[in-house]
């Protein structure tokens, strides 16, 4: 079946760590994307990228850097620059090119700091 | 710039009652709106759309939104809600640059 896979389902990092998440999608879709969700602020974009080897700075991109080196795949690395980093990260993916601009999700991963 | 607003951050109700969740959205340009569920440590699943056309959407589940473009609202409804309806609700605008805005979301709460 096809669909977005996000690894791990829960992640801690400790003071200091970067951590990677990571984001596989067997859609052949064009453009992907990384959410943060925040109880009582919904999500918020983080970085995009609308084909290999391009991305572009979301609203709260600070702390974090992605890689569009395949398709399929668009890791999202959290430094140790982010300050705040606990929070459920969500994956997305969409045809750049479908007029009905459908966003597929993965199932989220839940970092949390030790 | 294009924004969403959810005015409820939390809707109780009984079931099998009607339910309507609010969302308000605001662009100077043509928009495409969304109502999206979230289940309970899960991603998002699109309920419903509207690009153009008819202004009444019907989605999945029995949900329904009205996009009123005067009022600048695309409100969710469902005559009757169950149990299961329990979830997160988020409304999105996307103004066809590649992303997609996201409201702040209202649980929804059914209880027996």
């Known amino acids: 079946d096809g669909g977005i896979t996000q690894s791990p389902k829960y992640l801690f990092r400790k003071e200091g760590q970067n951590v990677t998440l990571s984001c596989e999608q067997n859609l052949n879709h064009d453009a992907m994307y990384w959410y943060r969700q925040d109880p009582g602020q919904g999500l918020r974009l983080i970085y995009y990228?609308?084909?290999?080897?391009?991305?572009q700075k979301g609203d709260i991109a600070e702390g974090y850097s992605v890689s569009r080196e395949k398709k399929e795949s668009f890791p999202l690395t959290v430094t140790s620059a982010q300050k705040n980093p606990t929070a459920f990260y969500l994956c997305?993916?969409?045809?750049?090119?479908?007029?009905?601009?459908?966003?597929?999700f993965g199932s989220g991963t839940q970092l949390s700091v030790l | 710039a294009q924004s969403v607003t959810q005015l409820d951050s939390q809707v109780p109700v009984f079931e099998e009652a009607p339910v309507e969740l609010r969302c308000n959205y605001s662009s100077s340009v043509s928009v495409y709106l969304f109502w999206y569920v979230q289940y309970p440590n899960q991603g998002l699943q699109l309920l419903l759309k509207y690009l153009s056309g008819s202004t009444l959407v019907k989605g999945i589940n029995g949900f329904e939104a009205e996009f009123n473009k005067s009022q600048t609202s695309f409100h969710l409804r469902k005559p009757s809600v169950h149990i299961s309806d329990t979830a997160e609700y988020f409304c999105?605008?996307?103004?066809?640059?590649?992303?997609?805005?996201f409201g702040t979301g209202t649980r929804l709460l059914v209880s027996p």
């Open positions: 999105a605008v996307n103004t066809g640059f590649q992303k997609l805005v």
């Open positions: 990228s609308q084909i290999v080897n391009d991305f």
């Open positions: 997305a993916s969409r045809n750049r090119r479908d007029p009905n601009e459908k966003l597929f």
